[in-house]
């Protein structure tokens, strides 16, 4: 059973970024496409940007597209979210997640679900 845990989440001022990190607890991480989902108030849980074990491919969400840029890395077994020129429609709690098959922006596709990190954009 991987467990994932978020983190980096909080209070951002409108054009502000930060960077959301997703810890696995096992090395076998390594093999699994992860990916950020969010959901913001009152709205149902949303794909947010993918990528698949080796970093070889990425995907993203229209709204996330050049702001947004996901990462991993292996050997720390840690996947992260930087989020550069955040406005108030990003906050949201932010979900990391984890397929044992190939990379999906599909929620029904995951395997494994962190407990989310909130992000907060608001001057």
């Known amino acids: 059973q991987v467990q994932l845990v978020e983190s980096g989440g909080g209070l951002v001022q409108p054009g502000g970024s930060l960077r959301l990190s997703c810890a696995a607890s096992e090395r076998t991480f390594s093999n699994y496409a992860v990916a950020w989902f969010r959901q913001r108030p009152g709205k149902v849980r949303e794909f947010v940007a993918g990528i698949d074990w080796s970093s070889s491919r990425t995907i993203y969400a229209d709204p996330v597209k050049g702001r947004f840029t996901i990462s991993r890395a292996n050997d720390e077994n840690t996947v992260y979210l930087q989020m550069n020129s955040l406005n108030p429609e990003d906050t949201a709690v932010y979900y990391c997640?984890?397929?044992?098959?190939?990379?999906?922006?599909?929620?029904?596709?995951?395997?494994?679900w962190g407990k989310g990190t909130l992000v907060t954009v608001s001057s």
């Open positions: 997640a984890a397929s044992r098959m190939t990379m999906t922006s599909s929620p029904n596709g995951m395997n494994y």
